[in-house]
């Protein structure tokens, strides 16, 4: 899923300590990030769909030519 991490989950939170000294900058920043990783994430995941989709289409245009030479054997 979108924004979790493979490999197991952990009982230790891996966002910042809240220590009530943190000012709009720090939370501007831990947003910034946020939003950096997720668009990272998001990239990656839909090249690998691009690149699955490529694939597939390729397949299927082989299946196709494989298709039409056996239809066009069986008229002979």
Do not use: C, W
Not at 13 to 28: C, F, K, R, V
Not at 57 to 73: F, K, P, R, S
Request: proline content about 1%; hydrophobic content about 30%.
């Amino acid at each position: 899923m979108l924004g979790r991490r493979r490999g197991g989950s952990s009982s230790k939170s891996h966002e910042p300590i809240d220590t009530g000294a943190a000012t709009d900058n720090d939370q501007g920043a831990t947003v910034s990030q946020f939003i950096t990783r997720l668009d990272e994430s998001a990239t990656k995941r839909l090249q690998r769909l691009n690149q699955r989709l490529r694939l597939l289409e390729q397949q299927m245009e082989t299946l196709e030519i494989g298709v039409a030479n056996a239809a066009g054997d069986s008229y002979e």
